[in-house]
């Protein structure tokens, strides 16, 4: 028996195994020379080295800000996303190919098969991070929510905007923070929308309301994205979905492959209303920090009608959530659903805490990179690697897994580490970059450079 | 309803009226609320052994009465706990709710057939 298994499980790894190759190996997918993507939704570059974590049984909270989280949250993001519908707004017969890449069968077999993998290794460690236990009932959930909606004050939220306002560029920081959500934001719903098919009875009808609302009953220019394809735009941004894809953090695609997971999962059903019920209360007053965030960072140029809406609505939506879902499906489904409620409301706490963790710490790092503040130094390093980079070379953005120097030893180096966010490093120039940022190198000329790092995270 | 809220390394004791209970960590590293007294005579569970055949259960230390986790989890307040924070859903009427650490006293002793499981 236990030898029959072991034969599986091998045979389930060389599968898996395949199945990267096979998902990754695709012209979309592939590394590329361009730092941003516009009107293309296809064109997702993965992998930026080895994916040194894909041999890991699970991830822990600390791991999701590596550089195997960015690969394989890009990589799931992408597998998720064969279910929802991108069209290029222009030129579309010159991105035919990807069109057809993105959606081929093949391409979906192998997403299923990596899917399983990928959620197992990302989100074991939030699901261990929850326990619910005790005798829990409707009285005692209202409890607990009117307890949450009194104590709730979004601090990291709120820490978050006083630091992004008091950037060097300030401008900087919210259009990097705009792009972090975007990945969300510009397919608003679409993760929910699996939840309204089937029959389930009155609930069901009850989450369609809330994802008309979340549509604009069909009227284009009142449907969420829109409203915050008008906020991009107004900032100079592009709105088409995932032009800044290299520019996304891992914990921001987390946060996004978070509730496209527990949507897909339709066992994961009650779980998702637990936190539909926890982002639809903690919204109201989230979207008002961040619209003044916006309007002290923007002036009056910022299309902040976005996050009003959202100010307004989920007012509505947390009461109807409450009201018309959890209660009812409480009553009507038992314990079991009760218990994954409140699984969901934590866990939906849990990601949100690691988005803000992550874009906390890079908006911090490309401050410190406006001020200049002791950047220009080399960790310590005993044999320093040689590299060898031609003009023109960009490697992909990665998370930096420790800290790790650069020191050009002849040439030109470019750093980007956010939107617009660039540092020159000529001849003789060093810079040593933290832990858990995500930057990417290009050589604007023929360029030799040392890399200094101190022990490997995956070591 | 009264909602208590705290870190489990600050408090492991939650009690009010004739009521006591204790956060106990199983083998998983999942928390939850277990009564601090034996249904049998009142014997301090929290200072029992864990056994994790056949089913995980606490021996109490008075009477060596086997109690499964799952018989006295039952009737537990409801927890959530998130990373290291509590929160406990306590019933109306309780009164007076004190929470407490309690340091070497509280330790489900560790020498029973399975060593992993024990309280916080």
Request: charged fraction near 25%; proline fraction near 4%; charge should be negative.
């Amino acid at each position: 028996m236990s030898a029959l298994f072991e034969s599986y499980a091998s045979s389930v790894i060389n599968l898996e195994d395949a199945a990267l190759q096979s998902f990754v190996n695709r012209d979309i997918y592939s590394a590329s020379k361009d730092l941003i993507h516009p009107d293309n939704p296809y064109r997702r570059p993965l992998l930026n080295d080895a994916f040194a974590g894909w041999g890991k049984e699970e991830y822990t909270l600390d791991d999701l800000c590596s550089n195997a989280s960015l690969i394989a949250n890009r990589l799931l993001l992408s597998v998720y996303e064969q279910d929802f519908v991108f069209l290029p707004r222009t030129k579309f017969d010159a991105k035919l190919n990807a069109f057809t890449e993105f959606y081929d069968r093949n391409a979906r077999i192998a997403g299923e098969i990596l899917s399983c993998r990928l959620e197992k290794l990302l989100f074991s460690c939030v699901s261990k991070t929850v326990h619910v236990s005790g005798d829990w009932d409707v009285q005692s959930f209202k409890a607990y929510f009117g307890d949450f909606k009194q104590m709730f004050r979004a601090e990291k939220l709120s820490q978050l905007m006083e630091s992004i306002t008091a950037m060097r560029d300030p401008k900087g920081g919210a259009r990097m923070f705009l792009v972090q959500m975007s990945g969300d934001f510009l397919v608003e719903s679409s993760a929910m929308a699996r939840n309204v098919v089937g029959n389930y009875g009155p609930v069901q009808s009850e989450l369609f309301k809330v994802l008309i609302d979340e549509c604009g009953y069909g009227v284009h220019k009142t449907k969420h994205s829109t409203l915050f394809e008008n906020l991009l735009e107004s900032q100079g941004l592009d709105p088409i979905p995932h032009t800044y894809w290299q520019l996304y953090l891992p914990t921001s695609i987390y946060l996004n492959n978070y509730y496209n997971y527990i949507c897909r999962d339709h066992s994961s059903l009650f779980k998702y209303f637990g936190a539909i019920l926890q982002v639809e209360t903690a919204f109201r007053l989230t979207c008002d920090i961040m619209a003044r965030m916006m309007e002290n960072v923007f002036g009056p140029s910022a299309h902040i009608e976005y996050f009003r809406e959202h100010v307004h609505i989920d007012d509505h939506h947390s009461r109807m959530v409450m009201e018309k879902i959890v209660v009812p499906i409480i009553e009507s489904h038992g314990e079991f659903a009760l218990r994954e409620i409140v699984r969901g409301f934590e866990e939906s706490l849990v990601v949100g805490d690691q988005f803000m963790t992550g874009i906390q710490h890079q908006i911090d790092w490309i401050d410190r990179v406006d001020r200049d503040d002791s950047i220009r130094r080399l960790p310590e390093c005993a044999q320093p690697r040689m590299r060898y980079a031609a003009s023109g070379e960009l490697c992909g953005t990665k998370m930096a897994d420790t800290e790790i120097g650069y020191n050009v030893v002849s040439g030109c180096l470019d750093f980007v580490f956010g939107i617009d966010k660039r540092l020159t490093l000529k001849t003789g120039d060093c810079i040593t970059i933290p832990a858990r940022v995500l930057y990417g190198v290009s050589a604007l000329e023929d360029s030799e450079y040392q890399v200094h790092t101190a022990e490997e995270h995956w070591a | 309803m009264k909602i208590v809220r705290f870190h489990k390394d600050e408090a492991n004791l939650v009690e009010w009226g004739d009521q006591s209970y204790f956060v106990y960590r199983n083998r998983e590293g999942a928390c939850s609320l277990i009564r601090a007294r034996c249904p049998h005579r009142g014997g301090p569970l929290f200072l029992g052994s864990v056994l994790s055949e056949p089913v995980e259960s606490i021996r109490c230390p008075w009477h060596d009465s086997v109690i499964p986790i799952s018989f006295i989890q039952k009737k537990a307040p409801p927890m959530v706990v998130n990373g290291g924070e509590c929160c406990v859903i306590i019933g109306a009427g309780a009164g007076e709710v004190n929470i407490r650490l309690i340091g070497t006293l509280i330790n489900v002793h560790r020498d029973e057939v399975d060593c992993d499981a024990a309280c916080v």
